[in-house]
């Protein structure tokens, strides 16, 4: 009798090992292409429905901030008493621009914190449970359509230079 229930106990244990290995396999497979798939973004700067879509969205979620016309907040590069950062502006006068569409939809997306992989002073939310992938690529494509062609050139040579190397 105890040899059944030592073999029942057994496959019980393998079988729960057996899961919890596809169950990590899967994840581990799973989680970082799906971030890769969320990280291969374009924005659309001049698709005029989807700049019209940013605007909304830039309106109601980052404008408090980052400013109506995009102009950041005063002294942005100057810490805060509290030790923050100002928000900075999304105009050609800022550093969003010194960053490639995948680096923008991550931040947006995730937090700095979450990218980073550590806590890091700030006020940026993390955007993942309050704007669609469809939001965040609009105000980003909003933004980048308010920029003069020279910032946007540059801006697409900094894509194409991210592109290359993956």
Known sequence: MSLKVSSSITTKSIFFIFAVSITLIFGFIYYPFNKTVEASVSLKPKNQEII????????????????????????????????????????ETGH???????????????????????KYPNNMPAYKDILTDKEVIAVLSYIKSTWPNKVKKIHDQINDRENKQY
């Open 52 to 91: 019209s879509l940013g605007k909304i969205v830039y309106d109601k979620n980052c404008a408090s901030c980052h400013g109506v016309n995009l102009e950041g907040q005063k002294d942005w590069m100057s810490r805060l008493p509290d030790g923050l950062m100002p928000a900075p502006p999304h105009n």
């Open 96 to 118: 969003t621009w010194h960053h490639s569409d995948k680096y923008l939809f991550m931040i947006t997306k995730y937090g700095i914190e979450d990218i980073i992989g550590q």
